[in-house]
């Protein structure tokens, strides 16, 4: 294993610990998130289907950007 496996392994931990209190601190705050305009929702009597396009789009930007910083900076 390269030497810089356990930095990089490092920061996703505190990452995605960061992110984990986000949710738990701020999740009440958050609940727009799951309701963006262009996200597909159908409901009937008994079906529910939900498939969120405009939330997977952010949230791919967003990997993206925080990979693209992560390979600049490291």
């Known amino acids: 294993m390269p030497p810089s496996i356990g930095k990089i392994l490092v920061f996703v931990g505190l990452g995605i610990a960061v992110l984990g209190l ?8 958050l609940n ?5 305009p262009g996200d597909v ?14 939330t997977m789009l952010l949230l791919s930007i967003l990997f993206s950007l925080v990979m693209w910083l992560i390979r600049k900076f490291f």
């Open 22 to 29: 986000l949710f738990w601190f701020a999740g009440d705050k």
């Open 32 to 36: 727009w998130f799951d309701r963006l």
């Open 41 to 54: 929702r159908y409901e009937s009597r008994n079906v529910r289907i939900y498939f969120p396009w405009v």
